[in-house]
């Protein structure tokens, strides 16, 4: 059996611990590494009464404050390739980029696209990672989960993962009490490059790419578009692109012939991109006190140094509710708020 040498630390500053770099105090706050510190860890909380956070790279989450719970830094490695023909069963811990410059390494594709997400394998279902026409549902075989009710394990299987844009159970209030300790995907060793996305097709110079071109590719694009967390401390989008009415999109249309646009599964729904949206009400760099939304593009919002997380979070607001006073368009926030 596994044994634990847990150690739990009191009043931890969590700026470390987030792409925002936010500074927010965790009253307590373990680093998990398998399954024995899971359960210990777990035992603690009970013992104790305290609300437990996962937290992977803190990357997609915002502490609007501290937290007086016990935090679960989910460090937990491990890649197992279970045949020679993509299957893998990676742990919760390990980094995503890492994990997919693995498996280009190995020769089992589909990740390439998904190059250059930061954060952990942990997390990647939470919300369904996705870019550039990818998205992890696409390999996702199935996940193993604890539930934090019951000390339970669970295995799910993609179709009961209920992912959608952005989504999965597990980020909806009936899923969030499970915390995902691996995860195993279906790669392919014959490699078919997914080049639909317009911006990757056109800055590509060939119709044949390699893997290695596309993830070069990949990682370039999203370098010269996407501020650099560790330089401005940010979580990527915000907000979710918003998926509308067919009608409201011709009558957007309609006022504003240039408006971009996504196809989705379903022929009477739109996707339009938010960074859009925020151009045209014209919030791309400005400032609101200690926060801000990046240069470069009008969908990261940015600490420059001192913002605190009511700072951002006011911003957001009132972003959102200039454009739904503006085009009638609800935003939702893609990022957790703590
Ligand atoms: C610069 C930048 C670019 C980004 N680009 C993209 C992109 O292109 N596409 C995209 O989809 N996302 C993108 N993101 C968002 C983010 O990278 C992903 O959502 C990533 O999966 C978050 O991983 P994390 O480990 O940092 O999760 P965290 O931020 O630590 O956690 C996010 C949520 O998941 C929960 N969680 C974390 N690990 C577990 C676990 N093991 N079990 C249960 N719950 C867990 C947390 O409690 C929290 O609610 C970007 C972020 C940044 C900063």
């Known amino acids: 059996m596994e044994t634990t040498r847990l150690e739990i630390e009191q009043q931890v500053d969590l700026g470390p611990y987030n792409s925002f770099g936010i500074a927010a105090t965790a009253a307590h706050f373990a680093r998990i590494t398998g399954a024995a510190d899971l359960r210990a860890a777990l035992d603690y909380s009970k013992q104790h009464h305290l609300p437990v956070l996962v937290l992977g790279g803190g990357t997609n989450l915002l502490f609007s404050k501290g937290f007086s719970g016990l935090i679960l830094l989910m460090d937990w490695p491990g890649i197992d390739w279970l045949n020679d023909t993509g299957l893998v069963k990676v742990a919760c811990g390990e980094n995503w980029h890492e994990f997919v410059i693995q498996c280009l390494k190995k020769g089992f594709h589909g990740l390439e696209n998904l190059a250059l997400i930061p954060g952990t394998v942990g997390a990647a279902p939470i919300q369904n990672i996705g870019a550039y026409g990818v998205e992890l549902e696409q390999f996702l075989v ?50 078919r490059p997914n080049v639909g996305y317009r911006a990757l097709r056109d800055a590509l110079d060939t119709d044949n790419p390699t893997p290695q071109q596309v993830f070069d590719m990949i990682c370039l694009i999203r370098r010269s578009k996407l501020p650099d967390p560790t330089i401005e401390g940010n979580a990527g989008s915000f907000f979710k692109n918003p998926l509308v009415s067919l009608q409201k999109f011709q009558a957007l249309q309609a006022e504003h012939p240039d408006v971009p646009s996504f196809d989705t599964d379903d022929n009477e729904l ?8 925020l151009e045209q009400a014209g919030w791309k760099g400005r400032q609101r006190g200690s926060a801000a939304v990046s240069e470069a593009h009008a969908l990261v919002l940015v600490n420059p140094g001192q913002a605190s997380g009511e700072d951002i979070l006011l911003l957001a607001q009132e972003m959102s509710s200039s454009i739904l006073q503006r085009f009638g368009i609800a935003l939702e926030l893609e990022v957790q708020v703590i």
């Not at 539930?147 to 969030?176: I, L, V």
């Open 142 to 191: 199935q996940l193993n989960a604890l539930d934090t009710r019951t000390g339970q394990w669970h295995c799910f299987e993609n179709s009961a993962c209920e992912f959608g844009y952005r989504d999965s159970m597990f980020k909806q209030p009936r899923g969030r009490h499970f915390i995902i300790t691996d995860i195993t995907l279906q790669l392919s060793t014959e490699w």
């Open 270 to 277: 739109v996707k339009i991109p938010a960074a859009w949206l």
